[in-house]
T-cell receptor, first 114, second 110 residues
Framework: DTGVSQDPRHKITKRGQNVTFRCDPI?????LYWYRQTLGQGPEFLTY????????KSRLLSDRFSAERPKGSFSTLEIQRTEQGDSAMYLC????????????FGPGTRLTVT | AQRVTQPEKLLSVFKGAPVELKCNYS??????LFWYVQYSRQRLQLLLR??SRESIKGFTADLNKGETSFHLKKPFAQEEDSAMYYC????????????FGQGTILTVHP
């Protein structure tokens, strides 16, 4: 499968724990995005990378959230001290340099905070 | 701030009937509008964008700046069109951030 992959697909954690998600974009896609989707809502933008540079961050990305893309390939999203309100689907997307408008989405990581 | 509104959470039609999924937006600049679709057990994927002005799977959408709308239309719905549809907006000044609507679940009955 050459699409965007995300790991893990599901994560259950207790409140207060830290979690980290990984996203592997389509090879050679230089743009990478993270979104969060809660039940009944559309995806909400969290952050955007072009190569390894984080160029845009949403106000939704509180101090407890951090994202990295150290070598311009895969990316990680970490949530520290999780809260029940963090329960959501976390989506990753990537887009190629010549078609920045077309975002290819991964299957998502479903986080449940108990 | 930009906003995308899809007023219908659910839309049901019969096969062969015309279908229109509504999308309204608020944005003061020059937006770029998209429709994304998610079929059952599949990933979110791009259906069409207003700039290309093409028809994909029989669907078309026209950007109406006066009414700030970008409704998705198909003259004859098919059962395989049943899916979740999201309207999305990209700000002209943004690198690629998309603002999505809440989505409309389209069900096409046989």
């Amino acid at each position: 499968d050459t699409g965007v992959s995300q790991d893990p697909r599901h994560k259950i954690t207790k409140r207060g724990q830290n979690v980290t998600f990984r996203c592997d974009p389509i090879s050679e896609h230089n743009r990478l995005y993270w979104y969060r989707q809660t039940l009944g809502q559309g995806p909400e933008f969290l952050t955007y990378f072009q190569n390894e540079a984080q160029l845009e961050k949403s106000r939704l990305l509180s101090d407890r959230f951090s994202a990295e893309r150290p070598k311009g390939s895969f990316s990680t999203l970490e949530i520290q001290r999780t809260e029940q309100g963090d329960s959501a689907m976390y989506l990753c997307a990537s887009s190629p340099k010549d078609s920045p408008y077309e975002q290819y989405f991964g299957p998502g990581t479903r986080l449940t905070v108990t | 701030a930009q906003r995308v509104t899809q007023p219908e959470k659910l839309l049901s039609v019969f096969k062969g009937a015309p279908v229109e999924l509504k999308c309204n937006y608020s944005y003061s600049g020059s937006p770029e509008l998209f429709w994304y679709v998610q079929y059952s057990r599949q990933r979110l994927q791009l259906l069409l964008r207003h700039i290309s002005r093409e028809s994909i799977k029989g669907f078309t959408a026209d950007l109406n700046k006066g009414e700030t709308s970008f409704h998705l239309k198909k003259p004859f719905a098919q059962e395989e069109d049943s899916a979740m549809y999201y309207c999305a907006l990209r700000e002209g000044t943004s690198y690629g951030k998309l603002t999505f609507g809440q989505g409309t679940i389209l069900t096409v009955h046989p």
